[in-house]
């Protein structure tokens, strides 16, 4: 199961649809549904806490846009083989660690607080479970 809820963390992560200005605005993304609200409310709490500059919304809106394009197609609502889930979590470590070498060292400790706090969510159940 926590491998289950670490695969949706980074799925939702690698998936984000609105740029990590919305995120950040804490809005959600009306025509893209619930999955893109729940990946608009993750990227909003790594970035709870960080005033991101304008060139650091797009770098990191092009790291997101890079590895959405990389990741295998899924079948919704089959789960993936170990091979590409592994491949997955591989993908989204990769990712963080982008997004976070585009951050200031202040903003580093933040994001890295935050992540940390996601992951603790997701380990026992998420928040309000």
Do not use: C, W
């Not at 995120?23 to 909003?44: D, F, I, K, L």
């Amino acid at each position: 199961m926590k491998m289950l809820r670490i695969t949706a963390l980074g799925a939702a992560l690698l998936f984000a649809a609105a740029p990590v200005a919305h995120a950040q605005a804490g809005q959600s993304g009306g025509e893209n549904g619930g999955a893109a609200r729940g990946a608009n409310r993750m990227m909003a709490m790594l970035f709870k806490g960080i005033d991101l500059t304008d060139a650091q919304k797009a770098q990191i809106q092009k790291i997101q846009d890079d590895y959405r394009a990389k990741m295998p197609a899924r079948t919704p609502g089959q789960a993936p083989d170990p091979a590409e889930r592994q491949q997955r979590r591989e993908a989204m470590q990769k990712e963080q660690q982008d997004i976070r070498n585009v951050l200031t060292a202040d903003q580093q400790k933040i994001y890295d607080k935050n992540l940390e706090d996601m992951r603790s969510n997701m380990r026992r159940g998420g928040p309000g479970r």
